[in-house]
């Protein structure tokens, strides 16, 4: 990529030309007002016509199908009937989706993954406090006294 004025440009996903990028975006400011205008439209067309296919959006739009499936990524189509064009695969099996990143049964598992997760964390921190408490009940006053002393001498 060409590097102007500290920032790299990317090649615009709709169409093809250079653009300085804010974030990680993909389309330029000219696409993505373009797609951003038609979506309302594009939403309506999918409610009259649930399960037309992409290449049909595409044509009554004007958008690409790259640009109508990055919408869909982007879950713009959430809840609407969409063909299986409009569909990627799930990053988790690979099964095809129309909106997110996951399909409904990865992301119930990766949530309950994490739950497990965090349980597991909290009982190993129970467990550690735990530890530490009756560590600290075992020591008398003459040995915490002993450690400090120690401390002080290698301290110095």
């Known amino acids: 990529m060409a590097n102007y004025g500290g920032g ?11 653009f300085m ?16 205008s ?3 439209e594009i939403i309506d067309y999918l ?7 992409i290449l049909e959006v595409s044509r009554v ?5 790259k640009i109508l499936l990055k919408m869909a990524h982007e879950g713009r189509f959430e809840g ?4 299986k064009d409009f569909g990627y695969p799930c990053e988790q099996c690979g099964k095809l989706i129309t909106f997110g990143t ?3 049964e990865c992301f119930a598992n990766l949530k309950k ?36 002393i120690s401390s002080r001498k290698n301290s110095k």
Not at 8 to 18: A, E, L, R, V
Not at 21 to 36: A, G, I, L, Y
Not at 61 to 65: E, F
């Open 8 to 18: 790299s440009t990317k090649i615009c996903m709709g169409c093809g030309n250079p």
């Open 21 to 36: 990028p804010q974030e990680n975006e993909d389309f330029c400011f000219k696409c993505r007002n373009s797609s951003s």
């Open 38 to 40: 038609k979506e309302a």
């Open 47 to 53: 409610r009259e016509h649930p399960g037309v296919s």
């Open 61 to 65: 739009s004007r958008l690409s199908t």
């Open 80 to 83: 609407l009937y969409l063909n």
């Open 102 to 104: 996951y399909c409904p």
């Open 113 to 148: 993954e994490a739950k497990n997760t965090k349980n597991k964390m909290f009982v190993s921190r129970a467990k550690a406090r735990q530890g530490q408490i009756e560590r600290d009940k075992s020591r008398t006053f003459s040995s915490g006294m002993q450690d400090e």
